[in-house]
């Protein structure tokens, strides 16, 4: 069974669209997230585009701000300020990557904890770890909402999550960790990855790479979430992480690239916009 990412989005955010018609009348406006986007590099803009569609669709105002790779840090950080100190800014996405002059750290650390709709901020990353009230983050929280709706059971199965960033690969195994997998945290480095990938009943896949995962580091009937969005090297289409083709039939559910984690990505986001406006409205 393939979990369509852009299905399951589409209906949460005809929801979401339905709760924030209700806004207006009950608290005088929408919620509003800026985004913020430094030089253009093609991928970003357009998942920067994705993130002012799916707000359009869910009735969310969007201010996409654009600034030039070259912007200094200084002055992106006095843009973040004004934006924190701003009543009508509900949440704040400063698209990463950043340019190498800029300290992503620093960036992340600067947006107002209440308004971190990506859940990045070392503050809401502590959170997260201590099991406190946090925003989870876009991706993972994600990736557990299409293992529940495909009906995937997590406790007391083994996950294996092949990657390591701050973005996905350890805030997955700690919401995995949470619904009581036992889970394993692979990376490039990992000695006999397929033996490891093998014992897997759900296998997520977060290193960027074209097609890096084959049939044989697969058991027959695991869970697949590839969180990959990479350009085939020879057609240029986007392609996951993992070899669609080739493991599909062996998995008993697949994600796939395009149209899996990404559109749910920005329906998470979308959730956390609401969650933010939501939690500062009834303070
Ligand atoms: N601050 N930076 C911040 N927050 C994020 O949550 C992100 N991320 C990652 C990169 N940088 C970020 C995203 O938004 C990755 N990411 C993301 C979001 C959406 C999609 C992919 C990555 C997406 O919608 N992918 C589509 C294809 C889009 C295309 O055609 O290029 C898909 O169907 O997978």
Redesign the pocket.
């Known amino acids: 069974m393939i979990i369509s990412?852009?299905e399951l989005s589409a209906k949460l955010k005809a929801e979401m669209a339905e709760q924030v018609a209700t806004f207006p009348a009950k608290y005088g406006r929408v919620p509003h997230l800026t985004v913020v986007l430094v030089g253009d590099d093609?991928?970003?803009v357009?998942?920067?585009t994705?993130?002012a569609k799916a707000s359009e669709v869910v009735g969310i105002r969007n201010t996409t701000i654009r600034r030039p790779a070259d912007i200094s840090e200084e002055e992106l950080l006095g843009l973040i300020r004004d934006l924190n100190a701003d009543d009508t800014v509900d949440g704040i996405?400063?698209?990463?990557?950043l340019p190498g002059h800029i300290s992503e750290p620093k960036v992340?650390e600067a947006i107002s904890r209440d308004k971190d709709v990506?859940g990045?901020h070392p503050l809401n990353v502590a959170a997260l770890w201590q099991k406190q009230p946090c925003i989870l983050?876009?991706?993972p929280k994600g990736i557990i909402r299409m293992l529940k709706t495909a009906g995937v059971e997590i406790r007391g199965k083994r996950a294996v999550v092949i990657g390591r960033s701050n973005?996905?690969g350890l805030p997955v195994a700690k919401l995995l960790l949470d619904e009581n997998a036992t889970v394993t945290v692979a990376h490039s480095k990992t000695a006999d990855l397929p033996s490891v990938t093998r014992q897997a009943d759900i296998l997520v896949v977060a290193i960027g790479r074209p097609r890096f995962v084959t049939a044989d580091m697969v058991s027959e009937g695991a869970a697949v979430i590839d969180v990959g969005?990479n350009r085939d090297p020879v057609t240029g289409k986007?392609c996951?992480d993992v070899d669609f083709a080739a493991v599909e039939p062996k998995a008993s559910v697949i994600t796939?690239?395009?149209?899996?984690?990404?559109?749910m990505?920005?329906c998470c986001?979308m959730e956390n916009t609401i969650e933010c406006f939501l939690k500062k409205m009834e303070r």
């Open positions: 990412g852009k093609p991928a970003s357009s998942y920067v994705g993130k996405l400063v698209q990463l990557p992340i990506d990045f983050p876009c991706t973005i996905v969005v986007l996951g796939p690239v395009p149209g899996g984690v990404g559109p990505t920005i986001l």
